[in-house]
């Protein structure tokens, strides 16, 4: 799941961004961008519930965290206004060159802005005590023993012999 997960990401972002020249172009010569909220700090409360039942993992919890984004008025749909407005506030903010195309560098900053409530998550995943600070002791509760928990054959090692339904343990 996790070796799908930063490619899926990466194809929903580059599917929101599609179009990215010419889009952005268009818009700029027709109107100023609106300035939509790309901040994912906002709270929860406050967005479209897109959820339909599903949690905050895996894909779909991302696409959700960014539809939410993209839907300005809150319906719980999204029109293609919605999202061309969405996408020219997201270059807008991240296009330091000010040209209307995106680098890499400015492609990782809406990347890394769309993908941090993950991050968030990771960390306090880790942070047990929920104190702000992942500690070696926390570190070591969810790491240290590893190659034990998933070493199915009892080999000492992890391999593709230790995948599900391979080796003994369960």
Do not use: C, W
């Amino acid at each position: 799941m996790n070796s799908k997960l930063l490619p899926g990401s990466f194809i929903a972002v580059a599917a929101l961004l599609s179009g990215l020249t010419v889009a952005t172009a268009q818009t700029a010569s027709e109107t100023a961008p609106v300035q939509a909220e790309t901040s994912v700090k906002a709270p929860d409360a406050t967005r479209a519930n897109f959820r339909k039942g599903h949690g905050d993992r895996g894909g779909h919890g991302m696409m959700r965290q960014i539809m939410e984004k993209v839907d300005a008025n809150g319906d719980r749909a999204v029109t293609q206004d919605e999202i061309d407005t969405f996408r020219a506030a997201t270059v807008a903010n991240a296009d330091a060159s000010g040209e209307g195309d995106i680098s890499l560098d400015e492609f990782e900053t809406i990347y890394l802005e769309l993908t941090r409530n993950r991050m968030v998550d990771a960390f306090q995943k880790l942070d047990e005590d929920g104190d702000g600070v992942v500690t070696q002791a926390e570190m070591d509760a969810k790491f240290g023993n590893v190659v034990d928990r998933m070493d199915r054959n009892d080999d000492g090692k992890l391999d593709r012999e230790d995948r599900k339904g391979h080796g003994r343990k369960g």
